[in-house]
């Protein structure tokens, strides 16, 4: 909801924990910037090299009528040209892959950690708002690192070496000429902050824009049917013009900056021309000094203007690496037991002890709830929506811990066991089920090597699917689209069947799905799930009456406790909850099945 | 490039100022080429003359000529790139209007990212086309043209040699933006790699967690980030290339001016003042040559840009008065009728609506119930017009549709849609948004109508609260009784309820109902719904069943027919004795 308004927020440019925190980053990388300091000095001495040689041309060579001498100094120079050319090139390379591989890390870390968490944390925040961490924000980082951190030097040594050549010749003319700095720096500066400023004006209005438009094209039809076209253009004119008036307003200092830019140095040239002019009729100077501080006027403004911009780099880095460590720090973790119990060959016998759960605390959604499967049971959860039949499924694989009783498997607390040992267990399809982008056989083995092709096919072949799958024009390897929307939903449903037959797991877990499908798929799935569950433990949330027939037991949920227990036929005589629950949801399927 | 063509009606517009700015273009180079002969006069003076007072006269002189240039450069600015702001204001604004005016179908059949994408990115893409890229072609071209000519003056030669490695540049600076360009598009696609692959991940991470799949997830997402980095790497390998090329080819054209220029200047035939201009003139130079290459890849992008949006331009206004509309229609009385109306979405869809017929009378309220996907929605749409029927007619008053103009129509029917939207606004301009001439009571009136008047009495700022995300959230209840009053407030002859008090809570619904009845009384209501509560005391109930009506009468005689209606209606009894239930 606020996420944009906590993205836009832009704090101080400097803030020494978190920076202790990013330079930690950088340490594997100390060679690198090493070496980007050393090539730094280098070619920041090449740039301001040149303007010299050309006194001594000018002056050793060109005046006295040497020739020779003319030519050694142009070698001289184009040597310097080419190695400074080398130089930078690997310079700039160096850095951003230095830069690269910073993020890089960075990435995968916050990555590995969030996967790591909770369902908790899944629950309480929008994805949106973590995958913008992982991404954007991580990626605004790259320009601290490949261009904030060393080029820093970079512009500082080349400052240094245009004034160490500058004083060499002539420290006098060195002051009259620098006698403008100040002046360049201040402007520099003053520009950098008068852009800031209306950068941000124009942002904000450009973000005014943006949301005006996403929440009209959103709301067309609401426009169209109240036949308010004509106001909202009037009112998309006021806010457009707005974000054009500050992007003019803009204008005006970039249309000021860069003449006074080069006013400032037009002066510095004339300076050099009337005192060092002066000197050179006095012959206290010769004019290859002139001829190289005229030069040296032009490459001081680089550097500065580079170091105005560090101030953006910085201020975009900070605010997005306390977003990411906010995010690295978040410790929502369902812990593992310090000392795990090893479970060997698991008969798959499942026991649920006084077991009270609550998402919020004290608001329970499951109450002293208690009963025994025994290993190779078929168990059917039913009840009306928000009984509870789904916390049931999420606090035996730990998702989620429970807050009273035990559950115990082949008589062991849950709590004891390692969470990945008692998933690799337990697997779980889901309602709604969740297909990756990649292919057909990704799908089912979930990249996993163990499971080979041939155990693909044969899950897939008993579940049904394999006959649907055997048709697509690459079959296994036919591409899957992100959230298979290019397969049917039974088609779905059948590859997260064969998903949990190639798991083979000791217990199974399968919340059915209640969308409608065709008669014939209706068929398929129905068999599939007989397959799937034989000769496991398993529990069903059941919504087919092929289903609760089949079950050994059903557990008649309502208002998060078991209310009724029994067989169907039992149940049925009962004519309590569960005789209820069958007229509203199942006793339809026995017409359509008959019919 | 056809596509740029488009846009000489924006030039024309502003032709006067863009005039200008080519003016003050063409004199704000006169002075700074005019500086490096200065300096040229000066160096000489110092090598003949050695006046104090002539060295004086020409520092000043270069001052004042940068003063004058950099006056004119301002004014450049001020103009040439004004107007392309300007250009860009009346490109959105006319975006804006056209796509106000496209149906509903144009907007199921594009995202609204897609949308916004063509109204940010591919106007500000031509907008760099129509200032920085005009500006600089027209300096680089007249800039180019001038130095030239002076640098020819003083030496053809040294000219000739100094200005070979110049085309190089501008050449690779094309190739190297271009290439920069792709590998920028490669970057691109394997970032939204890299953010599909962090979404799904993350959505997915029941899946992940319940297959114990994470070690594997984090793995994949590994080398989906190596594989970023290794494209950005490949980017980097040409991008260095740029400043070093720079350096070597600008550089390379100065060592030439000092080298031939200084043997030149030792056998006479040039002086060293006359070398201080043409390494000057090459600094002028610089610039335009870099600027050349880079705005030919604006055009490039511009060009494309423009297409895309030309698609958009292109799309017809389907809904809309034609020379059928009968203007002498000023008001509505609210009888409905469906003639053979068939409806599909299009060419290559299945029929939603086949052959309905039905007849509303005004002042009648009737209540449409079947399951999702039967083509509930879809028939209010097209007494709306936000669609048209495929085959048949709707007639209301006796007069086709199309007949009737659209906003006389479309003022006189309050439509609740299914989805509730509301702006973020406040409520008042909300529940006002049909009739924004509104006051203070006519809001009142319609929230005590639609329930909502006590709901507001607790929030601090009443109707003056802002909704969405700078402001409140309503809850979904909250929301559907805004969008109700929002209808009601427009004081329509149709009233129009699509499944409007899903989150409302029964007893709330009923005292709506009660309200409505009064409000409505010489009114046609319709009102679509899922619970029998909500239709049963309809004048006329319809069951809609696969896009045709298979039911329809009161609720007892429904009730008695022992169809659809009544296997509803007996489980909704059903559902609620298990609520009771304890």
Redesign the interface.
């Known amino acids: 909801?606020?996420k944009?308004?906590d993205d836009e927020i832009l704090g101080k440019a400097y803030d020494s924990q978190l920076m202790k925190r990013l330079l930690g980053f950088v340490k594997p990388y100390k060679k690198y910037v090493v070496l980007a300091i050393v090539l730094n000095i280098v070619v920041a001495a090449l740039?301001p090299l040149?303007p010299y040689l050309?006194k001594i041309?000018?002056d050793d060579?060109?005046?006295k009528?040497?020739?020779d001498g003319?030519?050694l100094?142009?070698a001289l120079?184009?040597g310097s040209?080419?190695f400074?050319?080398?130089i930078?090139?690997f310079l700039?390379?160096y850095t951003?892959?230095m830069g690269?591989?910073i993020?890089?890390d960075l990435?995968?870390k916050l990555?590995?950690h969030?996967?790591?968490l909770a369902?908790k944390f899944?629950d309480k925040t929008p994805?949106g708002r973590?995958?913008t961490r992982?991404?954007n924000d991580i990626?605004s980082l790259n320009e601290l690192f490949s261009s904030g951190i060393v080029m820093v030097f970079s512009d500082i040594f080349i400052i240094i070496w245009i004034l160490i050549f500058m004083f060499f010749m002539s420290w006098d003319l060195s002051l009259v000429s620098l006698s403008v700095l100040p002046i360049l720096i201040y402007g520099t500066f003053l520009f950098r902050r008068k852009v800031r400023e209306s950068y941000r004006d124009v942002r904000k209005h450009l973000a005014r824009l943006?949301?005006y438009?996403?929440?009209?094209?959103?709301?067309?039809?609401?426009?169209?049917?109240?036949?308010?076209?004509e106001?909202?253009?009037k009112k998309?004119?006021s806010i457009?013009?707005d974000?054009?008036k500050a992007?003019?307003d803009s204008?005006?200092y970039?249309?000021?900056f860069?003449?006074?830019v080069?006013?400032v140095s037009?002066?510095a040239?004339?300076?050099i021309?009337?005192y060092g002019?002066?000197e050179?009729?006095q012959g206290t100077m010769t004019?290859g000094i002139?001829?190289a501080f005229?030069?040296y006027t032009?490459m001081f403004f680089r550097p500065i203007r580079d170091l105005s911009e560090k101030y953006n780099i910085m201020q975009t880095a900070m605010a997005s690496s306390e977003r990411i460590f906010k995010l690295m720090d978040d410790e929502t973790f369902v812990h593992n037991p310090e000392n795990p119990k090893e479970l060997r060959d698991v008969k798959g016998k499942i026991e649920f002890k006084n077991v009270w759960f609550a998402y919020n605390p004290d608001e329970y959604v499951l109450r002293d709830v208690s009963f025994t499967i025994n290993p190779g049971e078929s168990i059917a959860i039913v009840g009306?929506t928000g009984a509870g039949k789904t916390s049931m499924i999420n606090i035996l694989?730990r998702?989620y811990d429970i807050q009273k009783g035990n559950i115990l498997i082949d008589d062991v607390d849950i709590k004891e066991i390692d969470k990945?040992d008692l998933?690799?267990y337990?697997?779980?399809v889901?309602q709604d089920v969740?297909l990756?982008?990649g292919t057909v056989k990704s799908n089912i083995n979930?990249?996993?090597p163990e499971i080979s092709l041939e155990r693909i096919i044969e899950a897939a072949k008993t579940v049904g699917a394999h006959k649907f799958i055997d048709k697509l024009p690459n079959k296994y390897d036919e591409k899957v689209m992100?959230k298979g929307s290019t397969l049917s939903v039974g088609q779905r449903q059948l590859i997260s069947f064969a998903?949990a037959l190639a798991?083979d797991p000791q217990i199974l877990i399968l919340d059915e799905a209640t969308s409608s499908v065709d008669t014939e798929t209706e068929i398929i799935i129905q068999e599939a799930i007989q397959k799937l569950l034989k000769g496991r433990t398993s529990i069903v949330i059941a919504h087919r009456l092929s289903t609760i027939q089949n079950a050994d037991k059903i557990i008649v949920m309502?208002?998060g406790e078991i209310r009724e227990m029994g067989s169907h036929q039992e149940l049925l005589s009962k004519k309590g909850?569960y005789y209820?629950?069958y007229?509203?949801q199942y006793k339809d399927q026995e017409v359509t099945k008959t019919a | 490039m056809d596509s740029l063509n488009k846009l000489n009606k924006y030039f024309i517009r502003y032709k006067s100022k863009l005039l200008w700015g080519v003016l003050f273009i063409l004199i704000s180079n006169s002075f700074q080429v005019y500086i490096p002969l200065l300096l040229k006069d000066s160096i000489d003076t110092l090598q003949q003359d050695l006046s104090y007072s002539k060295i004086l006269q020409y520092s000043l002189m270069i001052v004042g000529a940068a003063l004058i240039s950099g006056v004119f450069r301002f004014l450049i600015r001020q103009t040439i790139i004004v107007v392309s702001r300007e250009i860009e204001f009346d490109m959105r604004q006319d975006f804006w209007s056209h796509i106000q005016r496209l149906s509903l179908r144009f907007f199921q059949n594009n995202s609204t990212g897609n949308i916004m994408a063509h109204a940010t990115n591919d106007i500000s893409a031509v907008r760099m086309y129509v200032g920085p890229a005009v500006m600089y072609s027209i300096d680089t071209v007249s800039k180019f043209i001038i130095v030239i000519a002076i640098m020819i003056s003083l030496s053809p030669m040294l000219t000739l040699y100094s200005l070979l490695p110049l085309p190089i540049l501008s050449y690779l600076v094309y190739k190297l933006s271009k290439k920069i360009h792709e590998k920028f598009m490669i970057i691109q696609e394997k970032f939204s790699d890299l953010t599909t692959k962090t979404q799904e991940s993350f959505s997915g991470i029941r899946v992940i967690k319940s297959y114990v799949r994470e070690l594997n997830e984090i793995d994949s997402f590994t080398n989906i980030s190596k594989d970023y980095l290794d494209k950005n790497m490949d980017k980097v390998k040409i991008q260095a290339l740029f400043m070093p090329i720079l350096y070597l080819i600008t550089g390379l054209s100065s060592i030439i001016v000092v080298w031939i220029g200084g043997g030149m200047v030792i056998n006479n035939q040039l002086t060293i003042g006359e070398i201080t201009a043409f390494v000057a003139y090459l600094g002028l130079l610089i610039w335009p040559v870099i600027a050349f290459g880079w705005v030919l890849n604006i055009i490039q992008q511009a060009s494309a840009s423009m297409k895309r949006l030309l698609k958009f331009w292109d799309e017809n206004v389907e809904i809309n008065d034609s020379e059928q509309t009968r203007y002498t229609i000023n008001s509505i009385k609210g009888n409905i009728e469906f003639r053979n109306v068939s409806f599909k979405y299009g060419e290559n869809h299945t029929e939603v609506l086949r052959n309905l017929n039905l007849k509303i009378n005004s002042g009648e309220t009737v209540a449409i119930i079947g399951k999702t996907g039967v083509g509930k929605t879809t028939l209010i749409n097209l007494i709306s017009r936000l669609y048209d029927s495929t085959k048949g007619e709707v007639l209301i008053d006796g007069n086709n549709i199309k007949e009737i103009p659209l906003k006389v129509l479309r003022r006189n029917i309050g439509l609740v849609p299914q989805e509730t939207f509301l702006f973020s606004e406040t409520l008042h301009n909300n529940i006002l948004y049909g009739k924004p001439n509104g006051n203070e009571s006519d809001v009142i009136k319609a929230s005590t109508i639609s329930k909502l008047d006590k709901d507001v009495e607790s929030f601090p700022l009443g109707y003056q609260t802002i909704l969405g995300e700078r402001g409140i959230t309503l809850s979904g209840g909250q929301k559907q009784r805004a969008s109700l009053a929002r209808a009601i407030a427009i004081d329509p002859k149709i009233l129009i309820l699509d499944d409007s008090f899903s989150a409302v809570d029964t007893n709330t619904e009923e005292e709506i109902l009660k309200n409505l009845k009064e409000f409505m009384k010489d009114r046609t209501s319709i009102i679509i719904s899922h619970r029998i509560s909500t239709v049963k005391d309809a004048d006329k109930i319809i069951v809609l069943d696969n896009g045709e009506i298979t039911e329809q009468g009161t609720h007892d005689e429904l009730v008695a027919l022992n169809g659809i209606y009544a296997d509803i209606h007996f489980k909704q009894l059903l559902e609620e004795e298990l609520k009771e239930l304890n």
Do not use: C
Not at chain 1, 213 to 229: C, D, Y
């Open positions: 909801m606020s944009e308004k740039g040149r050309t041309a000018i060579y060109i005046v009528s040497d020739f003319l030519i100094v142009a120079l184009f040209l080419i400074q050319a080398v930078q090139y700039t390379f951003q892959l690269q591989k993020i890089f990435r995968v990555f590995s969030v996967e790591r369902l899944f994805i973590v995958v992982v991404t990626e943006n949301s438009m996403q929440e009209h094209v959103s709301g067309m039809n609401i426009v169209q049917i109240f036949t308010r076209e106001d909202e253009l998309f004119h457009n013009g974000h054009k992007n003019i204008i005006f970039y249309a000021v860069y003449p006074a080069e006013l037009s002066v040239i004339g300076l021309i009337w002019g002066g050179v009729i004019i002139l001829f005229i030069q032009e009306a694989t998702f990945r998933r690799k337990i697997s779980i889901l969740f990756f982008s979930l990249d996993n992100e998903r798991y309502h208002k909850i209820k629950l007229q509203l």
